[in-house]
C-alpha cells in the first residue's frame, strides 16, 4: 500500500512553496523626484534585480544656492544602504543625504523625518576640493568640519544624466566613507552615483 499524504502536509507543503516562489516576484515601489522634503509617486514594478525599495531626502548647498530634493524608486540592496551620511567641501558646498531602503511592496511610501544639519564646527579641518570630469582631484582649500563630520573623505562617481565623472575632498561623516558603490545621491535635476569613497 502506497503511504497517501495527510491534507494537512499537503497544505503545510503548498503553503511552503508559495512562500519560496512569492521571494522571486518583483517588487513595487513608489516612484517619484521633486524638490523639496517629500514627494508623491506611484507604485511601479521593479527590474528583476532591484530587490529594495528606497527613499532618500538630500539638503545639497552648492555654490551658496541650497536646495532639498526627494527620492523614491527601486533599488539594489547591494547599492542601498540606510541612514544618513554628510560631507562638507566648504561653507558654500555641503551635502547631507538621509535615506531608507525595504523590502515590501510600498514599503517606501512614507515620507523621512525633517532633516537638520548641525552647523557647529567640531575642530577638525580637511584638505578640499571639488573637480568635474576626473576620479581624483588635489586639494586647494581647507573645509572646516561640522557636526558628525568627524572624518577627511575623498569621494568619486558620476553625475547623471550625462554620466561625467566628479571628484571631492572634505570632511564627512563615518557612514561617507563607507557609502556602497552604486549609491544614488539625488541633487536638484542632477542624480550623483557614488563610486569610489575613502578615508583620508
Ligand atoms: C552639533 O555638533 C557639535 C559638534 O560636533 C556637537 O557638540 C553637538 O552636540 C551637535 N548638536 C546636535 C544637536 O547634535
Ligand atoms: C569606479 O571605481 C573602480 C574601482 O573602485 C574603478 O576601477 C572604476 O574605474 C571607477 N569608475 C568610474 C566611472 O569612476
Redesign the pocket.
Known amino acids: 500500500m502506497k503511504p497517501s499524504m495527510k491534507p494537512e502536509t499537503f497544505l503545510v507543503a503548498s503553503a511552503l512553496l508559495c512562500t519560496l516562489l512569492g521571494l522571486g516576484y518583483p517588487l513595487s515601489c513608489d516612484v517619484c523626484v521633486s524638490d523639496g522634503p517629500s514627494c508623491r509617486g506611484k507604485l511601479q514594478t521593479c527590474a528583476p534585480d532591484e530587490d529594495s525599495c528606497i527613499v532618500v531626502v538630500t539638503e545639497t548647498n552648492r555654490k551658496a544656492s541650497l536646495a532639498v530634493t526627494s527620492y523614491k524608486g527601486c533599488a539594489k540592496s547591494s547599492q542601498c544602504e540606510s541612514g544618513f551620511f554628510g560631507f562638507t567641501m566648504n561653507p558654500e558646498n555641503y551635502m547631507g543625504s538621509k535615506r531608507h531602503c525595504c523590502q515590501k511592496d510600498g514599503c517606501n511610501q512614507d515620507p523621512l523625518p525633517a532633516f537638520v544639519r548641525?552647523h557647529?564646527?567640531?575642530g577638525l579641518r580637511c584638505p578640499s576640493c571639488i573637480a568635474a570630469f576626473t576620479e581624483t582631484c588635489t586639494a586647494t582649500a581647507e573645509a572646516l568640519c561640522?557636526?558628525?563630520e568627524t572624518h577627511c573623505v575623498a569621494v568619486s562617481g558620476l553625475m547623471w544624466p550625462a554620466g561625467d565623472k566628479f571628484a571631492v575632498q572634505g570632511c564627512g561623516t563615518k557612514t561617507a566613507c563607507h557609502s556602497k558603490p552604486g549609491t544614488l545621491v539625488p541633487s536638484g535635476a542632477r542624480l550623483f552615483t557614488i563610486n569610489r569613497t575613502s578615508c583620508l
Open positions: 548641525n557647529t564646527e567640531n561640522v557636526g558628525e
